[in-house]
């Protein structure tokens, strides 16, 4: 049966269409007991490309243009229902493919453990481009395992570029849940001549969504940059490790530019507090309702102080990244802790957004639970929390056994996973700040993993069929005793 399943070969791309619209529907449960889509401070920025003409410059842009479809040519809130639901539908398929890969015979009672038991719904029925991290991961893994000869993979490779213009991270996430893949592939007997093509796809689907980002953010900022405030998130990171004040010391009133060296004593050393906090000079000093008239000086300022820093003190910053991408790592838990209280009004500002472009949405966003601070947020971190720290502690196990039955699309998915997790522990706690959003958008592939490769290799029915023998044996035994 173990042999069966794992050599059925099933294409990844054929769901069944009732099955996905079911799975869809238990995605989007949580915003319709909410009573309005789940949000976060930076859904208002989101919404204001989507529903205006504006253009983000700390973020990408590229969310709000997915937003902008449904919302534009259906009016109201349920725009944004239609919008939500959408990427619930896009979700659904994605890992409907995978376990369809994976476990084609019983993945779907390992899918719906995975919508109930883990933070995957509470991302994916949220306005927010973290509903698609996880499956930039799964979508790399899908279009990496096959031969560019097969059809269908060219989409999946712009399918995979597409998913990853929605956040910068995603860029990392798909080029490495990709390297792992092709070197699991490669671990397990499939020659490089063949590979080679697959990472020269790989590489052009990256290379691709970048060239677009940093073109568009050339073109409406003048910023010839993937993540043109990158520089900022970073600089506040390390003046929060203390590295940064250090430089300035040695090199204000030399060669440090002197935009940084008139500001850096007006900030705090608190990260989020530097960024975001409405006392902080650096609103003034960069902020601009037009992206294109930013503080783009300053930032390069930062820039020229981080690369500084790090030259100075190398040792030093790779070992606070080290226990930030650890702390980051173990840091994860759904529903985040910004709701209510800025919710609405923190980062680009839900409702401000709303009250400009949609008003008749904001009743229903004043009256959702999560608003209004009744969503049993103690409840929910107590059943998902357990779930997904057992699967990190297993998967790795998981892999093991894969490695032993020489079985490539359980050990190729693992490796995927678990490199993810890694890399986006290292993006958000390492160069930005530890918060339990970042991880807990993407801890959910771990349970999905794990819950695919149990039913791919029928441990349960293994389970069941060892106690039954137990069982019988010991009756026989006391039959024989008798």
């Not at 839900?350 to 209004?372: K, N």
């Not at 093991?400 to 986006?424: C, F, H, S, Y």
Request: net charge positive.
């Amino acid at each position: 049966m173990i042999a069966a399943a794992s050599g059925r070969r099933a294409r990844p791309l054929a769901p069944d269409p009732i099955f996905v619209i079911v799975l869809a529907g238990a995605m989007l449960l949580p915003a319709v007991i909410n009573g309005f889509p789940l949000i976060f401070p930076d859904t208002g920025t989101y919404l204001a490309i989507a529903l205006g003409n504006d253009y983000a410059g700390d973020r990408s842009s590229f969310y709000g243009f997915f937003l902008k479809l449904p919302t534009s040519w259906i009016p109201g809130t349920a725009g944004l229902w239609t919008a939500v639901a959408l990427q619930c539908l896009l979700v659904a398929i994605v890992v409907t493919a995978v376990a369809k890969r994976i476990a084609p015979a019983s993945g779907r009672l390992a899918l719906f453990a995975a919508v109930l038991l883990t933070p995957v719904a509470f991302h994916v029925a949220q306005l927010m481009p973290d509903a698609f991290t996880g499956i930039a991961v799964l979508l790399a893994w899908l279009a990496a395992r096959r031969d560019l000869s097969k059809d269908g993979t060219v989409l999946l490779w712009v399918a995979v570029s597409a998913v990853a213009l929605t956040h910068y991270t995603h860029l990392a996430l798909v080029a490495a849940a990709a390297t792992a893949t092709l070197i699991g592939e490669f671990l397990l007997g499939i020659p490089w001549r063949r590979l080679r093509w697959r990472l020269a796809a790989a590489t052009a689907s990256v290379a691709a969504a970048a060239f677009v980002q940093i073109a568009l953010n050339g073109l409406v900022l003048g910023q010839r940059s993937v993540a043109p405030m990158g520089p900022m998130f970073l600089y506040a990171r390390l003046n929060q490790d203390g590295q940064i004040k250090p430089w300035l010391q040695k090199h204000c009133g030399h060669d440090a530019p002197e935009a940084i060296c008139a500001l850096a004593p007006k900030l705090p050393d608190n990260s989020q507090r530097l960024l975001w906090a409405a006392d902080s000079p650096l609103r003034k000093a960069v902020w601009n309702r037009d992206a294109s008239k930013m503080g783009w000086d300053v930032i390069a300022a930062m820039d020229i102080a981080n690369k500084g820093a790090i030259a100075q003190a190398p040792f030093r910053f790779v070992r606070n990244s080290a226990k930030a991408t650890i702390r980051q790592f173990l840091s994860f838990a759904p529903l985040d802790d910004e709701c209510p209280a800025t919710c609405r009004t923190g980062g680009g500002g839900v409702e401000q957004t709303l009250q400009r472009f949609r008003p008749g949405s904001v009743p229903a966003l004043d009256a959702s639970l999560q608003v209004t601070d009744r969503t049993p947020k103690a409840i929910i971190r107590a059943i998902m929390t357990p779930v997904a720290a057992l699967a990190l502690l297993l998967l790795p196990l998981a892999g093991w056994q894969a490695w032993r039955r020489r079985d490539r699309e359980a050990l190729t998915l693992v490796m995927a996973v678990l490199t993810a997790l890694v890399t986006n522990a290292a993006l958000a706690g390492a160069l930005s700040d530890v918060h339990d959003r970042y991880q807990s958008r993407i801890v959910w592939l771990a349970p999905l993993a794990l819950f695919l490769l149990i039913a791919r290799w029928n441990i349960a029915g293994a389970l069941r069929t060892a106690i039954a023998n137990r069982c019988r044996a010991a009756g026989r035994l006391k039959l024989a005793q008798r």
